[in-house]
Each structure stands twice: as structure tokens, then as C-alpha cells.
């Protein structure tokens, strides 16, 4: 996780983020990192390195302060359509992205095609099948992590939340 928020700020403020050692030795100094159990809080790490840079934004897919929501396809289509619609308007360079309960990846904006066409690559150090791999917004339900199919390994869950710098 703290990988993600990393490259989520090195891709919005750029030199105002210190390299990975030093941005972790900072978090932990700075109370972002729990030492007892590495629990990254996103929020405030986002927050404390983008003060005067941008705002920080949390999107939830759900009410309320847990997702109970039941797994179903259409609700999991409709988040990811929400997903692809709230990047296509806002056009942030790169968004943390939690997939399911435990797991976070970051999308980061690849340069326009020639059509001005914006995609975002999946980075996910977790998961060599899905890294790399292209999250289209225009058509979010046919890409790598919103399609249900086999090659996508999250077609079984509903993303939960999204962070992006404003």
C-alpha cells in the first residue's frame, strides 16, 4: 500500500516526493505508518504530502463507514462506470484504487493517443497477471479490471474506494 501512495504522489507533485526509502523513514516518522502492524493510513500520507499541491480526495462506492454491500455483477459494473466517469472528468495523472478488502493498486495516466484518446496502466507489484495492464475509462467494463472474465483477477469483488489528488 504505501508503494501505491508513492507512486500516486510521484506521479502528481514529482520532485516535492522524496525517493521511496526516505518517503517510508518519513512516514514512520511521522506517525503515517503503524510500526506494529505497517497499516498505511492513505489518507493522511496523501494529505501531510500534498498540503499547498493539491486536495486530497477519497470516492467511496458505498454509504456509510463500512461497505456491507452483497456481491453482484451490476453492482460491481456500476462502480467501475462510476470509476471510468469520475477519471474521464477529472483527469487526475494517478489514483490509488482499492480492489477489494486488502488490496490497493494505482492507475497512472499514459500520455494521449493520437486520437487524444487517455488511458490509465494498471500498476499492481502484487499481481504480475494484471500489472501493466491498460484501465481504459471510456469503456471501463471491457478493461483488464473491470471485465469478467478469467485474466482478471478481481472480477469477483467490488472495488471499495478510490484516492486521487485534486
Known amino acids: 500500500m504505501a508503494f501505491s501512495d508513492w507512486t500516486v504522489l510521484n506521479s502528481n507533485l514529482g520532485d516535492a516526493v522524496p525517493d521511496f526509502d526516505k518517503f517510508i523513514k518519513d512516514c514512520v516518522d511521522n506517525n503515517l505508518i503503524n510500526k506494529d502492524n505497517m497499516y498505511v493510513d492513505t489518507g493522511k500520507v496523501l494529505s501531510y504530502y500534498s498540503q499547498g499541491l493539491g486536495t486530497f480526495e477519497r470516492n467511496k462506492f458505498y454509504e456509510g463507514k463500512i461497505d456491507n454491500t ?6 460491481r459494473d456500476r462502480r467501475y462506470l462510476n470509476l471510468g466517469e469520475d477519471l474521464l472528468t477529472n483527469k487526475p495523472q494517478a489514483i490509488t484504487l482499492r480492489v477489494h478488502d486488502g488490496h490497493t493498486i494505482s492507475l497512472h495516466r499514459n500520455p494521449p493517443d493520437p486520437t487524444g484518446k487517455i488511458t490509465y ?7 504480475s497477471k494484471m500489472n501493466g495492464t491498460i484501465f481504459d475509462p471510456e469503456n ?4 483488464s479490471i473491470g471485465k469478467i472474465d478469467k485474466s482478471n483477477s478481481y472480477k469477483d469483488y467490488l472495488p471499495k474506494h478510490y484516492d486521487m489528488i485534486k
Open 70 to 75: 452483497p456481491f453482484s455483477e451490476a453492482e
Open 121 to 127: 496502466t494498471v500498476v499492481d507489484t502484487g499481481n
Open 140 to 143: 471501463p467494463l471491457e478493461s
